[in-house]
């Protein structure tokens, strides 16, 4: 399968999808908790949506309501 570069997103536009700051996402990419990519021919950081979203599946947790 062919990828776009419409799967992909920069670090921005990556940090606003997860709700964290760009330096967060930093991190975690450095980490290995986030999948990066970078662009050969200029150093920009690339996240693809779908790693993206496994990682904020995989974070998730359900919201339990307390009984009154």
Do not use: C, H, I
């Not at 921005?12 to 986030?34: D, H, I, M, P, Y």
Request: aromatic share 8%; net charge positive; no cysteine.
């Amino acid at each position: 399968m062919t990828e776009k570069l419409s799967d992909y997103l920069m670090t921005a536009e990556a940090a606003e999808f997860l709700g964290v700051s760009q330096n967060t996402l930093r991190t975690w990419a450095k980490l290995g908790k986030v999948q990066v990519r970078v662009n050969p021919a200029n150093g920009y950081r690339l996240f693809r949506r779908k790693d993206l979203q496994k990682f904020l599946d995989s974070v998730a947790k359900p919201v339990s309501r307390k009984a009154n």
